[in-house]
């Protein structure tokens, strides 16, 4: 398995510069996934690395070797696409072979091969089917076990899960994560766009935006300290609510004055230079708690409710062209729908961003 460092990478089509200043180092026995909003990239920088893409622009290495200019075939990778591209008159073993076949290995190494993969990916029972008697979570274990036979250096996976249905994503994201766990040395880079996905797989992930890396780090750093706000509100299932507001004391703690009529303290500190700073006050939908006293944060009627059993979400809408709020609350309260009330939120759980950009990372 391989160590792989991009330094200032960039892409462009013609004119138009769609990737640029990309520099990540990725170490052996990481699993990185790549997320973002779609047309950010994602899927151009993953064709990069396995060299179906040409790089405009900085250095690929791999093992300390600049692999820009080296063919695919060369480069010790292995891809599994969205589409699980299987030959249909093959079983699952010649699918399965057939790369080690067109390498020249012997019988001997490609049932060595296929016995290992099939064990991990208990395919075993399925090796003498062809692919129409296969579920859509069984086609794409054959195309990960097509990889796991050729033993490369680093595993690409390009949104494997999308053409599943939910159940079945649910089934086949844990059976990667358990994957994983089977083959510990295996470096592996994963581009997906449900964030559930990055959250339950990923060593680490990087968030793209606007054709750069917006934040780099583990599921739970990107959660409990994005760096600014679009990292904030991607992060997170509904999103962060922003609530625009101005520094009234500093310290700390700090105190701001929301422009909707609320209070909220902070546990950033900031100085008294800060002072009558404008600000979005950011909070979680599951941070937020009601509270009948006057120190809230947000008070509004409840527009709609939507009861999903272990939590009740709750959609306010605000005056003017302010963004809607959501509330998470434990439990059911399908009782609260056209009601008035007033949330709050523990300082620890209040982030405060200028600019965009988070004042704990100043």
Request: one cysteine or more.
């Amino acid at each position: 398995m391989a160590d792989l460092t991009m330094t200032d990478v960039a892409k462009s089509y013609g004119s138009v510069e769609v990737l640029s200043d990309i520099d990540l180092d990725i170490k052996k026995g990481e699993l990185i996934v790549f997320v973002g909003p779609s047309g950010c990239g994602k899927s151009t920088l993953l064709r990069m690395i396995a060299g179906l893409e040409k790089i405009t622009r900085g250095d690929l290495t791999i093992d300390g070797v600049r692999v820009n200019e080296m063919p695919p075939a060369q480069r010790g990778i292995a891809m599994v696409f969205q589409s699980y591209a299987l030959y249909p008159h093959m079983t699952v073993r010649d699918n399965m072979a057939f790369a080690l076949k067109i390498a020249k290995k012997s019988k001997y190494e490609i049932d060595a091969a296929i016995n290992k993969a099939a064990k991990i990916l208990q395919l075993e029972p399925y090796l003498d089917r062809l692919p129409k008697a296969l579920s859509g979570g069984q086609r794409q274990r054959v195309a990960i076990g097509r990889s796991i036979v050729r033993d490369p250096k680093v595993y690409l996976f390009d949104e494997p899960l999308s053409n599943l249905d939910a159940a079945l994503r649910v089934a086949t994201r844990i059976e990667i994560a358990q994957l994983k766990e089977a083959m510990p040395e295996s470096t592996m880079i994963y581009v997906t766009h449900d964030q559930v996905e990055a959250m339950t797989l990923a060593t680490r992930i990087v968030v793209l935006a606007g054709g750069g890396i917006s934040q780099v780090g583990t599921p739970l750093e990107l959660y409990q300290k994005p760096r600014n706000e679009f990292v904030a509100q991607f992060i997170g299932s509904p999103a962060m609510n922003l609530f625009p507001g101005e520094v009234v004391e500093t310290g700390e703690r700090t105190r701001v004055a929301l422009a909707g009529g609320g209070m909220a303290w902070s546990n950033y500190p900031t100085g008294a230079e800060d002072m009558g700073l404008k600000v979005n006050v950011g909070v979680r939908p599951e941070d937020l708690t009601e509270t009948d006293g006057d120190d809230h944060l947000y008070a509004g009627r409840v527009d709609i409710t939507e009861a999903l059993g272990e939590v009740t979400l709750l959609y306010f809408t605000p005056e003017g062209d302010a963004d809607p709020v959501i509330a998470k609350l434990p439990g059911i309260h399908a009782d609260l729908r056209h009601k008035d009330v007033r949330l709050m939120a523990a300082p620890e759980a209040v982030h405060l961003f200028a600019d965009g950009q988070s004042l704990l990372y100043r």
